[in-house]
């Protein structure tokens, strides 16, 4: 245990919007970490600074030891840090099959990427059932579990969720928040941005509210869940 990605002080603009204003958080290793706010406070931003693919102005990004800020986004993916974005992105006009076969081409151990398959046929059987059809004409959680499944296949010890939620009715989402859960159970930490508060904060360990580009709040999931603030301002009173 420890932590295992570390933000210091970052700041991002857009031209002369000051989109992250020196915001510090820590993930604990194992943990399950969200970053809840509302639209435009900044966290897909946030998560894109750790990804490599937006350049933050000031600030220390660290993963396992390793300088963040310095290391290109595919070299980033190879130190076990994987994506989900946001609205999914899976390739429409590819099978599921090949969706999850991107996911695995950037790993170098050829000879288990054959037994994470099954694992991850096992954890998610609608994609087997689903393997030969085209991704584009899946429905919007088999969407969002093709996406987690293609990003599983880095065999990342950290998955970065960017909305999981959006577009999903109740039913499914939380069928993949279960997913999620189930992931971080077998060892991966999660790092959940989400509009979604009271589903993050039901399965998250630890929590920072991101307002207009600043941590307002942060503490143990269960403490924000019943702080008389956050309810009123994200859990609907
Ligand atoms: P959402 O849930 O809508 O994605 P968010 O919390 O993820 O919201 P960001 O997308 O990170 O918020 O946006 C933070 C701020 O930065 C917003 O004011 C947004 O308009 C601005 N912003 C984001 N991307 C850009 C861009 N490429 N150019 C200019 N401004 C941007």
């Known amino acids: 245990m420890g ?30 970490v969200t970053l809840i706010g509302a639209n435009g406070a900044g966290k897909t931003t946030t998560l894109h600074s750790i990804s490599g693919l937006v350049k933050p102005k000031n600030g ?3 993963f396992m030891g390793n300088d963040l800020r310095t290391t290109e986004p595919h070299k980033i993916i190879r130190l076990g840090l994987a994506q989900v974005p946001e609205g999914r992105r899976i390739f429409a006009k590819m099978t ?12 170098n151990d050829g000879d288990k990427i054959e ?14 059932e689903r393997r030969k059809q085209i991704a584009g004409t899946l429905s919007g959680g088999e969407q969002q579990m093709l ?16 909305e999981p939620s959006m577009g999903l009715s109740p039913l499914l989402v939380g069928e993949i928040f279960n ?9 991966v930490t999660v790092l959940l941005v989400e509009q979604n508060a009271k589903k993050a904060l039901e399965i998250a360990n630890h929590a920072y509210v ?9 503490g143990d999931a269960d403490e924000l869940a019943n702080d008389e603030k956050v309810r009123k301002a994200y859990l609907g009173g």
Do not use: W
Not at 115 to 128: A, C, W
């Open 210 to 218: 991101l307002e207009t580009g600043t941590i307002a709040m942060e």
């Open 96 to 107: 599921v099959l090949e969706n999850l076969e991107m996911g695995a081409y950037i790993r």
């Open 115 to 128: 037994d994470d398959f099954e694992k991850l046929f096992e954890r998610l059987p609608r994609l087997k």
């Open 3 to 32: 932590v295992m990605l570390s933000v210091k002080n970052l700041d991002v603009f857009y031209g002369s919007i000051h989109a992250i204003k020196n915001i510090s958080f820590d993930v604990q290793e194992g943990e399950i």
């Open 147 to 162: 996406a987690i499944g293609r990003a599983l296949m880095c065999n990342p010890k950290m998955l970065l969720l960017d």
């Open 60 to 62: 220390e990004i660290n």
């Open 179 to 187: 997913i999620i859960q189930d992931v971080n159970k077998s060892g």
